[in-house]
C-alpha cells in the first residue's frame, strides 16, 4: 500500500527527497520535525505496519496548511524509498528501562546488515543516516556489510548528547544555550565524553567563567552536569518510555547539512580511518557533513583524560563488534 499528500511535489522545494525507514515514536518524530522546519521537498515513510503507517502519514498530511510545503508519503513496500538524497534509519528494537544501548546490539545490528543493501539498490547516491541504537555499533555493521563511499553511511552519533551537554552548561551558566559551544565525542552512550576542555561560554573557557567572584563550573559540578549528560535518555526512558523529540530535531539538523551540502561540523558516528589514531571501530568525533555524508574529522586538541576517555571508549565499541562478529 502506499500513501501520498494529494499536493503534487513543489519544483522549488528547498531539498529533495528524504525517506525514513521505520514510523514509530522515533520515525515520526524525524518526520514531524522535518515537516515543520522545511527540511525535505518531500518525505516519505517506510514500515511493515501498513495501519500505523497509514494513520501517521494521513495525520502529518492535516497539517500541512501551517508548514513549509512538502509532499508526505509512505508505504510498505521499501520502493517508495527510491532516489531519495537521504535515507534515516530508525526501525529495530528499542530501548527498555534499565537496558543500556548496548543491550540492544545483536538484533539491531542483524537488520541493519540485511536493510542497508536494500537501501542503497533503491538509492544507490543516498546517505544512509542511522538513528537505531546502538548507533555506533549498528552503523559500523551497515558500513560493512555493503561497499559505500566513505561517509556515505553514518550515524546520529552524540549530535544529540551535545546539545543535552550545551543545555546544561548553559542552565549553570545563565547564558542562552546558543551561547555554549561543546562537543561530547566517542560512543552515544555510557562511555562518551564531554570535552570541558574545549567549552566554550561566549568565548570564555568553563575554567575561566566565573559569577560574583566564584567560579560555576567547579569539579563538583562538572560531575554533575557530565552525568546528567549520559543519564538524561535513562531518566526519560524511565519517565515516558522512550527518547523521541529531542532526536527528532537533532536528526532534521543532520539532515539539512547533507542536503544542504553545509559543511557544517557536527559530532556523527562515523567508522574512523586515522583521526586520534582510531580505527576499526565507529564513533563520533566533529566531524565536516556536507551532501556526500561524514568528511574530513577535525582533531581538535583534547586534554590526557580526554583523550584516554576516547581510547576507553573506542575499546568499549570494539569489545562489542567483536562479540557480535562485525
Known sequence: MTLSSPTAPNPNARSP?????GAGSVGTAIAYACLIRGSAGSLMLYDTNAAKLHAEVL??????????ECTVGGSDDIAVTADSAVVVVTAGAKQHPGQS??????????MAQSMTPQLLAQSPNAVILFVTNPVDVVTYAAANAVDAAPGQILGTGTVLDSSRFRYLVAQRAAVAVANVHAFVVGEHGDSEIPLWSTLSIGGVR???????GRPVFDGTTR?????????????II??????NLAIGLATARIVEAIVGDEHRVLPVSAVQSGAYDLTGVALSLPTVVSAAGAG??????LAPDEL??????????RAVQRSLGV
Open 206 to 212: 568553563a575554567d575561566a567563567y566565573y559569577v560574583d
Open 101 to 110: 544501548r548496548l543491550d540492544l546490539a545483536a538484533a539491531n545490528v542483524a
Open 238 to 243: 524511565a519517565g515516558k518510555g522512550a527518547t
Open 223 to 235: 560531575d554533575a552536569v557530565t552525568a546528567g549528560v549520559i543519564n538524561a535518555a535513562y531518566e
Open 296 to 301: 574530513r574529522v577535525l582533531e581538535v586538541a
Open 308 to 317: 584516554d576517555g576516547l581510547r576507553r571508549s573506542a575499546q568499549t565499541l
Open 17 to 21: 527527497k528524504v525517506s525514513i525507514i
Open 59 to 68: 495525520d502529518l498530511n492535516h497539517g500541512s496548511q501551517f508548514v513549509p
